[in-house]
């Protein structure tokens, strides 16, 4: 439950440390308008995929959520240990990173690589940063860089108390809603999918390592004719 004061379209956090059952994640596709190239199997693979790769990091399960990340694609294996030992450590220290839902709305054609395939899917996205009582530090802090990724009007700050088994707990929140995409890598041969955010593009070198720059050039192309200017 959440406290009389709070703003009427917030929701109750759920602990998923302790209940990742209770993660309200959803997935869904834009009935109407969906631009899908890359066919209707194929991209029930990769949403499917999408969301245990949310749902993981929602819940913490580091190790099993990197399987969803192309690190076998990068010689610095040093800098991925570093990121799952960050993550851990703030999750729990009481800030979370919390994908609510992606309503998908295009997907391009598989661009062939040889050794993999790359697509790239356009989505409304809905995310939180939630700061539990735990959180040792000032929420503010993160509201720049969610402006600078996602827009200064996509981006809500509520502070509020919440309920549960009698006890009160304070927490504040960023929300996200905005117009983003996400890279999707796959083997070939098994079509288990990988994930990369529109960012890392301000990652050149990062990137490179990825996919090839023309790949990346010519998703974002095909997205702007067939999906952005419609």
Same mark, same amino acid.
């Given at each position: 439950?959440?406290? %009389?004061?709070?703003?009427?379209?917030?929701?109750?956090?759920?602990?998923?440390?302790?209940?990742?059952?209770?993660?309200?994640?959803? &997935?869904?596709?834009?009935?109407?308008?969906?631009?899908?190239?890359?066919?209707?199997?194929? $991209?029930?693979?990769?949403?499917?995929? $999408?969301?245990?790769?949310?749902?993981?990091?929602?819940?913490? +399960?580091?190790?099993? #959520?990197?399987?969803?990340?192309?690190?076998?694609? *990068? @010689?610095?294996?040093?800098?991925? *240990?570093? %990121?799952?030992?960050?993550?851990?450590?703030?999750?729990?220290?009481?800030?979370?990173?919390?994908?609510?839902?992606?309503? &998908?709305?295009?997907?391009?054609?598989?661009?062939?690589?040889?050794? %993999?395939?790359?697509?790239?899917?356009?989505?409304?996205?809905?995310?939180?940063?939630?700061?539990?009582?735990?959180?040792?530090?000032?929420?503010?802090?993160?509201?720049?860089?969610?402006?600078? %990724?996602?827009?200064?009007? @996509?981006? +809500?700050?509520?502070?509020?108390?919440?309920?549960?088994?009698?006890?009160?707990?304070?927490?504040?929140?960023?929300?996200?809603?905005?117009?983003?995409?996400?890279?999707? $890598?796959?083997?070939?041969?098994?079509?288990?999918? #990988?994930?990369?955010?529109?960012?890392?593009?301000?990652?050149?070198?990062? @990137?490179?390592?990825?996919?090839?720059? +023309?790949?990346? $050039?010519?998703?974002?192309?095909?997205?702007?004719?067939?999906?952005?200017?419609?």
């Amino acid at each position: 439950m959440v406290s %009389q004061g709070a703003p009427d379209n917030v929701v109750a956090v759920p602990d998923l440390e302790v209940h990742p059952e209770l993660d309200p994640l959803s &997935i869904t596709v834009d009935k109407v308008g969906l631009a899908n190239f890359m066919g209707d199997d194929s $991209l029930a693979v990769v949403l499917d995929h $999408l969301y245990t790769y949310f749902h993981l990091s929602n819940v913490g +399960e580091w190790d099993a #959520m990197f399987e969803h990340f192309p690190g076998h694609r *990068t @010689a610095d294996t040093a800098m991925l *240990t570093v %990121q799952k030992e960050m993550m851990d450590k703030w999750f729990h220290n009481g800030l979370r990173n919390r994908a609510g839902g992606c309503h &998908i709305r295009y997907a391009s054609p598989w661009v062939d690589e040889g050794d %993999q395939q790359v697509a790239l899917l356009g989505l409304d996205l809905n995310y939180f940063l939630d700061f539990f009582e735990n959180f040792e530090g000032n929420p503010e802090g993160m509201r720049l860089t969610l402006q600078d %990724q996602y827009g200064k009007e @996509a981006i +809500e700050y509520f502070d509020f108390n919440q309920f549960e088994d009698g006890d009160t707990s304070r927490i504040r929140q960023f929300e996200v809603n905005a117009e983003s995409s996400m890279y999707v $890598l796959s083997s070939k041969d098994s079509l288990h999918c #990988m994930f990369l955010p529109p960012q890392i593009s301000k990652s050149p070198q990062l @990137a490179a390592e990825m996919m090839k720059q +023309e790949t990346m $050039l010519d998703l974002l192309r095909h997205k702007r004719e067939y999906f952005d200017k419609r």
